[in-house]
DNA sequence: TTACATTAAATGTAACAACAGTTAATCAAA
DNA sequence: TTTGATTAACTGTTGTTACATTTAATGTAA
């Protein structure tokens, strides 16, 4: 189905501008389809964004700030989110040796066996998106976002 | 910048999941640029969102619930968010005369004027866009976004 | 060592969003 | 016409997010 009649637009200013509602709009289609399978597990987009970074050092902690770095939208709150995971003992907070400032996080065994599981969720939406667009295609619409957002420092 | 660098995350499982990742950072790389451009104007991207939904059917009045079927994000709250507008005086609500449950909206000129104004500085940060990719590539993604969404009724 | 700037994390706040539930108008069937 | 179902908008609640501020630890220069 095309932009236009998704959201019932019917003209766009031109292909730049269709271009950029169409990739907000793909977003938060990405973005309603992961939460639907996030969802009966108890957690968001963004505390299963954290732990997968827990897990991609694990078993080498991760502090606060370096969570705040690599989460795909620059917000001031990773301190909150990991207040969840440990709710949910899904993660553990250390002070840091080397620095008492900062926070060491690692994720805990539960959180690891969550991830499992969701991967697998997820991997399953993914084959829906193998069934309408080839691995080239794939690559070629990274390649050409990187183009688009060429030059700029995040 | 490739998403890699971008998000400081060197490995992807696929391609498909690259891709994921891209649409959603490009979106948020996006919402910012628009956000910054909003912000000094004191209108929020959904706000500005609807304003552009109301002068799109101008001088026509727009039903609350049209406008939140022409959100690109679905959300309940298409009432506050026109209620904001009131308050700035940049639309206009009467009752619906032939349906008294329904709310007819309409841009007022001072909205008219703001949004006059607001594409200009679009205008500006999209022709950032177009020194980075050619129209025909601007195309090749929406069509490939579309076929990435293919069937998927919203 | 003291003073000052910088950094990391946590917190207070106000605005916003998601979701459920309410109210009121309309429609449809008995 | 009355009853019940549906629809449109609004509201209440809860949790999130953005932004600013605070607290504490560290680094640095006098």
Redesign the pocket.
């Known amino acids: 189905m095309s932009i236009e009649t998704d959201i019932k637009q019917t003209a766009f200013r031109n292909p730049y501008h269709r271009l950029l509602v169409n990739i907000m709009f793909t977003s938060n289609w990405i973005g309603d389809g992961q939460?639907q399978i996030l969802?009966p597990h108890g957690v968001?987009l963004?505390q299963y964004n954290v732990l997968r970074i827990l897990r991609g050092q694990y078993p080498n902690p991760v502090?606060?700030?370096?969570i705040?770095e690599r989460m795909l939208?620059k917000?001031?709150?990773?301190?909150?989110?990991?207040?969840?995971l440990l709710l949910k003992q899904l993660a553990e907070?250390t002070e840091?040796p080397s620095?008492?400032?900062?926070?060491d996080v690692v994720i805990t065994q539960k959180g690891l066996d969550l991830l499992k599981m969701l991967d697998d969720c997820q991997s399953g939406w993914e084959d829906g998106l193998k069934e309408r667009l080839s691995e080239e295609e794939a690559v070629t619409i990274s390649l050409l976002l990187d183009k688009l957002r060429k030059g700029c420092d995040l």
């Open positions: 939460m969802k968001t963004q502090k606060v700030s370096d705040t939208d917000m001031s709150n990773a301190s909150r989110l990991v207040d969840k907070r840091c620095d008492r400032r900062a926070v």
